[in-house]
Structures are given as structure tokens and as C-alpha cells.
């Protein structure tokens, strides 16, 4: 089998858009083969009127070694990206003589037609089919922040963030310097945006679980919304969300309640019901007690056939203060697959509108419009709508006071937007990218929102708003809540899953002040002297005890239930300080090696302290769904 046919059925399945490209492409005219003394080829292409070698015209292989291993000195390449590949050279050498602790591999070449030819010219079989190389070869530039996205999360790369090398293949770099500058500032939006998702602190995190548990009458009783996946397939949806703009058209959603699912975000709901406009669905996710404002002084007869779809982290209070029916919706976090009881886990983002999005997907929608999702501040400066409950000039959030940037408007060349905004912007990109159907964005100001088809709302309601959606009739005949026996079932099984939590905690914590002593005595010892290379050798083993420490209680079933989520951000800041240490050319390795062992002391000491807290809320909730327990098995007769 020649080399091209074996290089195109290794990307036919793992790169099928690589796969159409190259398929379509003809021999280049403007580069040519040439050979060399060395019998490794080389190639002329022609840059501006002008024919450059691509690779050393004597011995390009040579060359790359030269490079890869003598000029560039890499410190610390656990990931590393190659801007550009050429005819491959510097990537064969880098593989041949590949690190111990190089982890993972980002490959990328703007120019399709360098593809083409070492396709052609080698088996590049070996660095097309591993796991842990990733080739994002002829991406264009308005591809690259989802390919790159896409890349990070399934790499895990973010804990790489300061423990990445670039490699610049010097002929592709130099002519298309602009793309690959372009390709290094969205890898690190990428580590930023994916960072931002994961959160910065684990008290926030153990605030979700506590009101998680909390709540615990509203997870087990309420339905979830699975109950309606799939039942508005093909009914348009149009997400209300609460930006500046919504003052501009809200109106035109009057009467038009029975042509689709009306999805409002909480903050939204008083703007509506104000204007005369019932919403089917109200999404909200956040945990802080203002979310309660957003439900206050409604009267429960203003939200019959409003149905709130809420996760059980809000808070009680907010919960409390919605007078009308609720459903279940859960986020994808290890918490909710701990506890196992399914009401319908969804890939929710970090926004009540990009929940929206998530929710009207799941129950079939299409297409979906978004309405007031400026994701930018007004040219006055204002916020958000008239009429919610924070009012329109939030001070928390003004230019003055947030973390500001340009990005492409809807209607402008640029809007002012904050890092925030700009963060659910970026997961509506992620949502559309993986969604089968149309999303139409039909809020009039704000910023672009890259795979929705941009046009005002009047014009979007002839167009798509064309059948009776019965949305009141679908959700009031589908739901059904759970009967006493099964809400006895789930709360034994709740019971039974919390109080072995509690206890695997007790084991955690136990194992951690072990190693925390452990670790202590070590360096204490370590200080009293020894051989320097013994010390290393020593230091080595040591360091990697404490990982397989760290890896068999993190590798836990419990501990990945109930701390993963809390701790992930812990856990991630950790990992790339303990990365960002080169294991190359370092000026004292063993002043290194010590820091790496005393950083373990804070690792087994914060996840001691936390997971005791974790423990205490555990046992503290457990009596609280106890009770209810109790409660139900002394009532008679099955009701809902």
C-alpha cells in the first residue's frame, strides 16, 4: 500500500474533515521535490516570486536534530506544540528521541498543500494514530478556538498551562507567522476559558453539594426534566435572555406563546410576566442567595403553566420563593452520578441562557432563537433589560470594575464585552458547534455569536413560527411526579449512598494526615545530609510514592463522587505548579525535588481539611433526609 493510502485511512474516521480536504486536493505547482546528498528529500516552494528550500538543501534530517535537540533546549516539554510541520523532519526527530516526560503532542500546518506532499512522501502513520498526538493540520483561523477547545478538554492540557514548549518549524512559521501568532493566543484563551469552566475555589463547589442535599425534597419529589426529552421535536424555542436589547423587541413576543417553547432566564421572568408574556420554561443554576430576588412577590397565579427548571444547588430560599411547579435539571457533575438518582444530567454551561440552550436541545427544539443575549454592554452603558430584578446598570459588572475586551458585534464592527460574558459567548460557539439543528440570533445589539444565523426578531417569527406548539398542553400531560413508593426507594437509596459517603470520607482524611506526617519527617530527615546523587535517586522514589498515593485515593469511586468536583480547582492549581518545575537544564534539581515533596504537605493538608468539611455536611444533611424518610413510610396511601 503506497504511503498516501496509508496516511488517509489513518484520518478517514479520527480527522474526517482532514480527510475530505486532502481528498479534494491536486498536486501542487508551487512546491517541488528535491533530493539531496543525504537521500532525505527536501523541497522548493515559491514564497513571493521567489523559490525558498523548505528544509536544508543538504541534509534536512540533520538539520531537524540540530534544532530540536541542540537549539531550542527544551526545559520542559510535557506538551509540545510544532507550528508547522513542513515535510515532518523536525517531528520525526522529536519522536525518535522523544522525552521521558513529553505527555502530549499539538501538530499544526496552515499550508494543506506541505500536507499533501509528505503524505504522499511518508508514512506518517505512527503520529496520526496515537492518542496523545493531536494534528490540526489546515484549520482555518475561525475554526480554531473550538478545534483547539475541543483538543484541551480531551487532553486534559490544561494542567499544562505553564508547561508547554513551541516549536517553530522555521520556513511554514516565517510565512505564515500571522496565522500561527494567531494559533498560540487562541491555545491560551483556550487554557483560559477551560480553567475559568472548572472555578477557582472549593468552598463555592461544597456550597452546590450542601445545597444539593439540602434541597433533597425537591431533587427526589419534583419529575425531572427528562421526562420531556424529545417531546417538542422540531418546535421552535427562543431563549429569553436578559441583555440590554430585550427592551427593543419583548413586545413582539405577545401572542406568540402557542407558536413556541418560551424559554426565560430567571432574571428574565419579571420583565416578561411585567409585559403580559407567559413563559413555559424558567432555567436558573446560580448558587447565591440573590436568585431569589428574581421570584419574589410573584403571585403563584402568574405562574401557572411556568414551570421552573432549576438544579437542586440553588439555594433553599430561592427555591422557596418560586410559587409555581419545578422540575429537576442536573449538571454533569460527578456529584450527581454519585447520588444516583437520574433526573436528567445535561452538559449545562456556566449561564442560565446557555442552560437554555442545553435544555431546549435535549427536548428536540429546533430551531432555536435567542432574544436579549447581548453578551455586551449597551452603547449608554447599560447591562442588562428594564424591569429585572438587579436592575439595568449593575454596578458589580460595570466597564470600570470587570475585566473588559472588544469582540465583533451583530450589527457593529465591535461591542464592549467582560471576560464573563465573553465566557458564555464561548460556550453558546461549543452548544451551536455540536448542535444538529438551526440556531438563529435574533437579538438586536450585542456581540456576534460565531454559528447563528444573525436577523431581527419580526423576521424571524414569519420565518420559523409557522405551527401551533401546544407547549402548556405537552409539558402538563407529560410530567408525573413520583409516587410515595418510589420516593421511598429514592430516598433509601440516598441514605444508604450519603452515609457510606460520610464514612469513605473518614478514610480520606485519615490517609492524608499519614502522608502529611510522612512527607514532614522525610524533609526533615533529607536536611540531615547524604550523598547528592543518592539524595536524587532517593528524592525520585519518594516523589513518586506520593503520587501513587495521590493517584489511588483521587482514583477512588467516593472520592470521585463527592471531592472531585469540590476539589477540581484545588487539584488543577496544584497540578501546574507541580508541571511548571523543568526537568531540563534546571540550574538545581535538587532544591526542585524539595519543592515538589514540601508542596505535598499543603496537597494532603487542604484535601484533609476540605474533605472533613465535605464529611461534617454529609452527616449534618443525612438526618435532615432521614427524617423525610421517616415521614413517608408513615403515610398510607399513595399520592403525588
Same mark, same amino acid.
Given at each position: 500500500?503506497?504511503?498516501?493510502?496509508?496516511?488517509?485511512?489513518?484520518?478517514?474516521?479520527?480527522?474526517?474533515?482532514?480527510?475530505? #480536504?486532502?481528498?479534494? =486536493?491536486?498536486?501542487?505547482?508551487?512546491?517541488?521535490?528535491? #533530493?539531496?546528498?543525504?537521500?532525505?528529500?527536501?523541497?522548493?516552494?515559491?514564497?513571493?516570486?521567489?523559490?525558498?528550500?523548505?528544509?536544508?538543501?543538504?541534509?534536512?534530517?540533520?538539520?531537524?536534530?540540530?534544532?530540536?535537540?541542540?537549539?531550542?533546549?527544551?526545559?520542559?516539554?510535557?506538551?509540545?506544540?510544532?507550528?508547522?510541520?513542513?515535510?515532518?523532519?523536525?517531528?520525526?526527530?522529536?519522536?525518535?528521541?522523544?522525552?521521558?516526560?513529553?505527555?502530549?503532542?499539538?501538530?499544526?500546518?496552515?499550508?494543506?498543500?506541505?500536507?499533501? &506532499?509528505?503524505?504522499?512522501?511518508?508514512?506518517?502513520?505512527? +503520529?496520526?494514530?496515537?492518542?496523545? &498526538?493531536?494534528?490540526?493540520?489546515?484549520?482555518?483561523?475561525?475554526?480554531?478556538?473550538?478545534?483547539?477547545?475541543?483538543?484541551?478538554?480531551?487532553?486534559?492540557?490544561?494542567?499544562?498551562?505553564?508547561?508547554?514548549? &513551541?516549536?517553530? /518549524?522555521?520556513?511554514?512559521?516565517?510565512?505564515?507567522?500571522?496565522?500561527?501568532?494567531?494559533?498560540?493566543?487562541?491555545?491560551?484563551?483556550?487554557?483560559?476559558?477551560? !480553567?475559568?469552566?472548572?472555578?477557582?475555589?472549593?468552598?463555592?463547589?461544597?456550597?452546590?453539594?450542601?445545597?444539593?442535599?439540602?434541597? %433533597?425534597?425537591?431533587?427526589?419529589?419534583?419529575?425531572?426534566?427528562?421526562?420531556?426529552?424529545?417531546?417538542?421535536?422540531?418546535?421552535?424555542?427562543?431563549?429569553?435572555?436578559?441583555?440590554?436589547?430585550?427592551? #427593543?423587541?419583548?413586545?413582539? =413576543?405577545?401572542?406568540?406563546?402557542?407558536?413556541?417553547?418560551?424559554?426565560?432566564?430567571?432574571?428574565?421572568? #419579571?420583565?416578561?410576566?411585567?409585559?403580559?408574556?407567559?413563559?413555559?420554561?424558567?432555567?436558573?443554576?446560580?448558587?447565591?442567595?440573590?436568585?431569589?430576588?428574581?421570584?419574589?412577590?410573584?403571585?403563584?397565579?402568574?405562574?401557572?403553566?411556568?414551570?421552573?427548571?432549576?438544579?437542586?444547588?440553588?439555594?433553599?430560599?430561592?427555591?422557596?420563593?418560586?410559587?409555581?411547579?419545578?422540575?429537576?435539571?442536573?449538571?454533569?457533575?460527578?456529584?450527581?452520578?454519585?447520588?444516583? /438518582?437520574?433526573?436528567?444530567?445535561?452538559?449545562?454551561?456556566?449561564?442560565?441562557?446557555?442552560?437554555?440552550?442545553?435544555?431546549?436541545?435535549?427536548?428536540?427544539?429546533?430551531?432555536? /432563537?435567542?432574544?436579549?443575549?447581548?453578551?455586551?454592554?449597551?452603547?449608554?452603558?447599560?447591562?442588562?433589560?428594564?424591569?429585572?430584578?438587579?436592575?439595568?446598570?449593575?454596578?458589580?459588572? !460595570?466597564?470600570?470594575?470587570?475585566?473588559?475586551?472588544?469582540?465583533?458585534?451583530?450589527?457593529?464592527?465591535?461591542?464592549?464585552?467582560?471576560?464573563?460574558?465573553?465566557?458564555?459567548?464561548?460556550?453558546?460557539?461549543?452548544?451551536?458547534?455540536?448542535?444538529?439543528?438551526?440556531?438563529?440570533?435574533?437579538?438586536?445589539?450585542?456581540?456576534?455569536?460565531?454559528?447563528?444565523?444573525? +436577523?431581527?426578531?419580526?423576521?424571524?417569527?414569519?420565518?420559523? =413560527?409557522?405551527?401551533?406548539?401546544?407547549?402548556?398542553?405537552?409539558?402538563?400531560?407529560?410530567?408525573?411526579?413520583?409516587?410515595?413508593?418510589?420516593?421511598?426507594?429514592?430516598?433509601?437509596?440516598?441514605?444508604?449512598?450519603?452515609?457510606?459517603?460520610?464514612?469513605?470520607?473518614?478514610?480520606?482524611?485519615?490517609?492524608?494526615?499519614?502522608?502529611?506526617?510522612?512527607?514532614?519527617?522525610?524533609?526533615?530527615?533529607?536536611?540531615?545530609?547524604?550523598?547528592?546523587?543518592?539524595?536524587?535517586?532517593?528524592?525520585?522514589?519518594?516523589?513518586?510514592?506520593?503520587?501513587?498515593?495521590?493517584?489511588?485515593?483521587?482514583?477512588?469511586?467516593?472520592?470521585?463522587?463527592?471531592?472531585? %468536583?469540590?476539589?477540581?480547582?484545588?487539584?488543577?492549581?496544584?497540578?501546574?505548579? =507541580?508541571?511548571?518545575?523543568?526537568?531540563?537544564?534546571?540550574?538545581?534539581?535538587?532544591?526542585?525535588?524539595?519543592?515538589? &515533596?514540601?508542596?505535598?504537605?499543603?496537597?494532603?493538608?487542604?484535601?484533609?481539611?476540605?474533605?472533613?468539611?465535605?464529611?461534617?455536611?454529609?452527616?449534618?444533611?443525612?438526618?435532615?433526609?432521614?427524617?423525610?424518610?421517616?415521614?413517608?413510610?408513615?403515610?398510607?396511601?399513595?399520592?403525588?
Amino acid at each position: 500500500m503506497d504511503h498516501f493510502t496509508k496516511n488517509m485511512n489513518a484520518i478517514k474516521d479520527r480527522y474526517p474533515d482532514l480527510y475530505k #480536504k486532502l481528498k479534494r =486536493l491536486k498536486p501542487p505547482k508551487n512546491i517541488k521535490i528535491v #533530493k539531496t546528498p543525504s537521500g532525505h528529500p527536501t523541497a522548493k516552494w515559491r514564497v513571493n516570486g521567489k523559490w525558498e528550500f523548505l528544509h536544508d538543501p543538504q541534509n534536512p534530517r540533520a538539520e531537524a536534530e540540530r534544532f530540536v535537540f541542540e537549539e531550542k533546549k527544551l526545559a520542559n516539554p510535557r506538551l509540545v506544540i510544532f507550528l508547522g510541520f513542513g515535510l515532518g523532519y523536525q517531528v520525526f526527530s522529536f519522536l525518535e528521541r522523544r522525552p521521558p516526560v513529553n505527555q502530549f503532542i499539538i501538530l499544526t500546518e496552515k499550508d494543506l498543500r506541505l500536507i499533501w &506532499i509528505a503524505f504522499h512522501r511518508f508514512d506518517l502513520t505512527p +503520529m496520526l494514530t496515537r492518542d496523545e &498526538i493531536f494534528c490540526l493540520f489546515g484549520v482555518e483561523e475561525e475554526e480554531l478556538f473550538l478545534r483547539i477547545t475541543s483538543v484541551v478538554e480531551k487532553g486534559g492540557l490544561v494542567r499544562f498551562a505553564k508547561a508547554f514548549e &513551541i516549536i517553530e /518549524i522555521a520556513a511554514s512559521y516565517k510565512v505564515n507567522k500571522g496565522y500561527y501568532g494567531v494559533f498560540l493566543e487562541t491555545f491560551k484563551q483556550a487554557l483560559r476559558e477551560t !480553567l475559568n469552566s472548572i472555578g477557582n475555589d472549593p468552598k463555592d463547589s461544597l456550597i452546590g453539594l450542601d445545597n444539593t442535599l439540602a434541597n %433533597h425534597r425537591f431533587y427526589v419529589e419534583a419529575p425531572g426534566i427528562n421526562q420531556l426529552y424529545g417531546k417538542f421535536k422540531k418546535v421552535p424555542a427562543i431563549i429569553v435572555a436578559t441583555g440590554p436589547s430585550l427592551n #427593543k423587541n419583548i413586545d413582539q =413576543l405577545k401572542g406568540i406563546e402557542d407558536k413556541a417553547l418560551i424559554i426565560s432566564v430567571d432574571a428574565s421572568l #419579571k420583565p416578561l410576566l411585567k409585559h403580559g408574556i407567559t413563559p413555559h420554561l424558567v432555567t436558573s443554576l446560580e448558587r447565591v442567595p440573590l436568585v431569589r430576588k428574581f421570584f419574589t412577590r410573584i403571585p403563584p397565579e402568574e405562574l401557572k403553566g411556568t414551570y421552573l427548571v432549576a438544579i437542586p444547588l440553588l439555594t433553599k430560599d430561592s427555591l422557596e420563593a418560586y410559587k409555581g411547579e419545578k422540575i429537576v435539571a442536573l449538571r454533569a457533575f460527578a456529584h450527581y452520578f454519585w447520588l444516583d /438518582i437520574d433526573k436528567g444530567i445535561l452538559p449545562i454551561g456556566p449561564s442560565a441562557a446557555n442552560m437554555g440552550f442545553t435544555v431546549a436541545e435535549a427536548l428536540g427544539c429546533d430551531p432555536i /432563537i435567542l432574544m436579549g443575549q447581548d453578551l455586551a454592554y449597551a452603547p449608554d452603558g447599560r447591562t442588562h433589560a428594564a424591569d429585572n430584578a438587579l436592575g439595568e446598570k449593575q454596578e458589580a459588572i !460595570l466597564p470600570e470594575r470587570a475585566e473588559t475586551l472588544w469582540v465583533k458585534g451583530n450589527y457593529t464592527e465591535k461591542v464592549l464585552t467582560t471576560a464573563t460574558w465573553h465566557m458564555f459567548l464561548k460556550n453558546f460557539e461549543k452548544l451551536i458547534e455540536s448542535y444538529g439543528g438551526t440556531c438563529v440570533n435574533a437579538t438586536e445589539g450585542g456581540a456576534f455569536i460565531p454559528g447563528t444565523r444573525v +436577523m431581527a426578531f419580526r423576521e424571524a417569527t414569519e420565518r420559523y =413560527l409557522n405551527q401551533t406548539a401546544r407547549a402548556p398542553e405537552v409539558i402538563a400531560d407529560t410530567l408525573k411526579y413520583p409516587s410515595i413508593s418510589e420516593k421511598r426507594e429514592m430516598y433509601d437509596k440516598l441514605i444508604e449512598v450519603v452515609g457510606k459517603g460520610a464514612r469513605d470520607l473518614e478514610k480520606f482524611m485519615e490517609e492524608c494526615e499519614t502522608w502529611e506526617e510522612k512527607i514532614e519527617s522525610y524533609l526533615e530527615e533529607e536536611e540531615s545530609g547524604g550523598q547528592r546523587a543518592d539524595r536524587y535517586e532517593k528524592n525520585t522514589q519518594f516523589i513518586k510514592e506520593i503520587n501513587d498515593a495521590k493517584s489511588k485515593m483521587t482514583g477512588h469511586s467516593a472520592y470521585w463522587g463527592i471531592m472531585y %468536583h469540590i476539589m477540581q480547582s484545588f487539584l488543577m492549581e496544584k497540578e501546574i505548579v =507541580l508541571n511548571a518545575v523543568p526537568p531540563y537544564h534546571n540550574p538545581d534539581p535538587l532544591k526542585a525535588q524539595r519543592g515538589i &515533596i514540601a508542596e505535598h504537605i499543603d496537597w494532603f493538608k487542604t484535601n484533609r481539611e476540605i474533605i472533613g468539611r465535605t464529611r461534617d455536611i454529609l452527616k449534618k444533611r443525612l438526618r435532615g433526609i432521614k427524617m423525610r424518610a421517616r415521614a413517608l413510610k408513615e403515610e398510607r396511601h399513595e399520592t403525588a
